[in-house]
C-alpha cells in the first residue's frame, strides 16, 4: 500500500521533488509486485508466512535503504517505511528483533544521508542529522510497543469472559465448545486425562455433534507450549521462550494412529494442565490460520485451566451445602424427634414400676398419648417452618417456645418455667427452629446428664441477638471438675447456629446463657 501510494504520487505529480524519478518508479513498482506476490503466497499458508518472514524483512530494509539514495524532501517516503519495518519486526519477532532494526536502519539512514550529502553543504547534512535524531526518539517508542506486546503474550490473562462452567456438564466439553467459539473453529478435538488414570477421554466436536470415547495411553503427541501442525507436510511451528518461531516436524509431536483415528489434519495444538488432570486441544478449521492463533493458544489454555478449576470449586461448594444441610436436619431431627422418643422411653419406664406397683396407669397412658399427637403436630410445624417464608414474628416464637416448654415439662416430669421480655420484631425462619431445638437440648439434658427436677427459661431481645438462659438445679455437668462442661450437642447446636455461650455454676444451681444472632442470614 505504501509503495503504490508513492507510485501514484510519481505518476500525476508533474513536478515532483524527487531526483531520479524513473529510477525510483521502477523501484517501487518491482516493490509493488514483490509484495502483491507476497500476498498471494502467504495469504493461507502459515507455514510460508512463517518462513518468508525474514526474507521479506530484508527486502524491505533493502528498499528503505534505496529510497534514502534516491528521494529528497517532505515527499520523501522514509519515514513511513521506517515506521512499517520497527512495526513489523516488532509484531513479528517482538523487542529484540525491534531493536536491531531500529539500529540497522539508523545506520543505513545515516550513512547514506552522508553519501548523498557529499557535495558538502552543511544544510544537507543538518537535516540528515535532524531526521536521524527524530527516528531515534521513534525507534525507542516502538521498541516499548514490542516489549510491551511480548509480556502481553507471554502473561496471558487468567480470567476473562471465556465461559462459565455449567455443573451438569464436564467443564472439558464446555471447555473445548468455548475454545473453538473463541478460534471460530470449525471442528476439535480435546484428549484429557484425569491423574491417576490410565485411560484418556477424547471429546471430538464435529459437525455440530459432540462425542465421547477413551482411549488407552497417555497422550497424542508431545505438547509442551501451542503450536500450529500441517500433518499432510509434516509441519509444525510454535515459539520457545524468547518468542522466536521454530520450525518442527508434526509427526514427532502428534502420533500418527491417533491423529488418524481423530481425523486430525492441520490446525492449532494446545497443552492444558490443571490440578486435577492435564490434556491436549486441537482445533482445526480456522480461518485465517496464522502465527498469531499461537498466542491465542496460550490464552485458551489459560481460559479452560479457569473454567477446569471453577467447576471443582462450585461442585465442592455444592457438596459443602448439601454436607451442611443434612448435619443440620440430622441435628434437627435429632433434637425434635430422637429427644422426645427419649423422653417418652423416660415416661414409659416410670409407667411400667407403676404398673408393677398396682396402679392405675390409664390416665397416665392417655396423657402420653396426647403428648405424642402433640409431638406429631411439632414436627409438621416443623416441616412447614423447612418450606414457609423467611421470616416470622418474634411474638410467634414466643408462643411456640411457651407451649413446647410446657410439653417438655410433662415429658420429662420435671418443673419448666418459661418466661419473655421481647419487642415486636421480625426474625428468620432458622432461628425459630434453632431456638426450638435448643430448648428441647437443653431440658433433656438437664434431666439425663444432670438430674435436674426444674429448669427456667428466660427469653430477651438484645441488639440484634436473642438471649437464651437455661437455668438448672441439677447437678453440674460431668468432665469438668470446676464449673462443668457444656454437652457436645448443645454446643455444637450453638456453634451451627451461629450464636455464643457461656456456662456457669453456683448457689447450687447451673446456668447456661446462648446469644444468637438475630440478623443471620442462612
Not at 272 to 279: L, Q, R
Not at 510 to 522: A, F, H, K, Y
Request: hydrophobic share 45%; proline share 3%; net charge negative.
Amino acid at each position: 500500500m505504501l509503495a503504490t501510494l508513492f507510485v501514484f504520487a510519481l505518476w500525476f505529480d508533474m513536478d515532483p521533488v524527487f531526483e531520479r524519478a524513473s529510477t525510483v518508479a521502477f523501484l517501487l513498482a518491482g516493490y509493488v509486485i514483490f509484495a502483491l506476490a507476497l500476498v498471494a503466497t502467504t495469504w493461507k499458508d502459515w507455514w510460508l508466512d512463517a518462513r518468508l518472514a525474514g526474507p521479506a524483512h530484508a527486502v524491505d530494509v533493502i528498499v528503505f535503504t534505496a529510497l534514502i539514495a534516491f528521494t529528497e524532501g517532505y515527499d520523501s517516503p522514509y519515514f513511513t517505511f521506517f515506521t512499517f519495518l520497527l512495526l513489523a519486526a516488532a509484531i513479528r519477532w517482538g523487542w529484540r528483533a525491534t531493536t536491531l532494526t531500529a539500529i540497522l536502519l539508523m545506520a543505513l539512514y545515516l550513512t547514506a544521508g552522508m553519501v548523498v550529502s557529499g557535495s558538502g553543504e552543511q544544510s544537507t547534512v543538518h537535516d540528515f542529522v535532524d531526521r536521524t535524531g527524530h527516528l531515534v526518539i521513534l525507534s525507542f517508542v516502538l521498541i516499548w510497543f514490542g516489549v510491551n506486546r511480548w509480556r502481553a503474550g507471554m502473561h496471558p490473562l487468567e480470567t476473562s469472559a471465556f465461559t462459565e462452567p455449567v455443573l451438569d456438564e464436564s467443564p472439558v466439553a464446555t471447555g473445548l465448545r468455548a475454545a473453538m467459539h473463541a478460534a471460530d473453529s470449525g471442528s476439535g478435538v480435546l484428549v484429557w486425562r484425569e491423574h491417576g488414570k490410565n485411560h484418556a477421554d477424547v471429546f471430538v466436536a464435529r459437525d455440530g455433534d459432540l462425542t465421547l470415547s477413551q482411549m488407552s495411553g497417555k497422550a497424542i503427541g508431545a505438547i509442551a507450549t501451542p503450536f500450529l501442525y500441517d500433518l499432510d507436510n509434516d509441519r509444525a511451528l510454535t515459539r520457545d521462550e524468547e518468542r522466536n518461531l521454530r520450525g518442527l516436524s508434526a509427526r514427532d509431536l502428534i502420533q500418527a494412529k491417533p491423529a488418524k483415528e481423530f481425523r486430525l489434519r492441520d490446525g492449532l495444538a494446545v497443552p492444558i494442565k490443571t490440578g486435577s488432570g492435564e490434556g491436549e486441544l486441537f482445533l482445526e478449521d480456522v480461518p485465517n490460520l496464522s502465527v498469531d492463533h499461537i498466542d491465542i493458544g496460550a490464552s485458551i489454555a489459560s481460559d479452560i485451566v479457569g473454567l477446569v478449576e471453577r467447576h471443582a470449586l462450585m461442585i465442592a461448594i455444592e457438596e459443602s451445602a448439601e454436607a451442611r444441610s443434612r448435619l443440620t436436619l440430622a441435628r434437627d431431627l435429632h433434637d425434635s424427634v430422637v429427644q422426645f422418643l427419649a423422653g417418652t422411653a423416660f415416661r414409659l419406664e416410670a409407667l411400667k414400676r407403676d404398673l408393677n406397683a398396682g396402679r392405675d396407669v390409664q390416665p397416665d397412658l392417655n396423657h402420653l398419648k396426647q403428648l405424642m399427637l402433640q409431638e406429631q403436630g411439632e414436627l409438621r410445624s416443623f416441616i412447614a417452618a423447612l418450606r414457609s417464608a423467611p421470616q416470622i414474628e418474634l411474638e410467634a416464637l414466643v408462643q411456640d417456645l411457651r407451649s413446647l416448654a410446657s410439653r417438655l415439662a410433662q415429658q420429662w416430669d420435671v418443673f419448666c418455667d418459661f418466661s419473655a421480655e421481647t419487642t415486636d420484631m421480625m426474625v428468620p425462619t432458622r432461628l425459630q427452629l434453632d431456638t426450638q431445638h435448643l430448648v428441647r437440648e437443653a431440658v433433656a439434658n438437664a434431666v439425663r446428664h444432670a438430674g435436674a427436677k426444674s429448669v427456667t427459661i428466660k427469653l430477651r431481645t438484645e441488639a440484634q441477638k436473642l438471649r437464651l438462659d437455661f437455668i438448672n438445679d441439677g447437678t453440674r455437668y460431668p468432665n469438668s471438675p470446676l464449673t462443668g462442661e457444656l454437652p457436645r450437642s448443645l454446643s455444637e447446636r450453638v456453634k451451627l447456629a451461629g450464636g455464643e455461650f457461656e456456662l456457669s455454676r453456683g448457689m447450687g444451681v447451673t446456668r447456661i446463657s446462648v446469644s444468637l444472632p438475630i440478623g443471620r442470614v442462612n
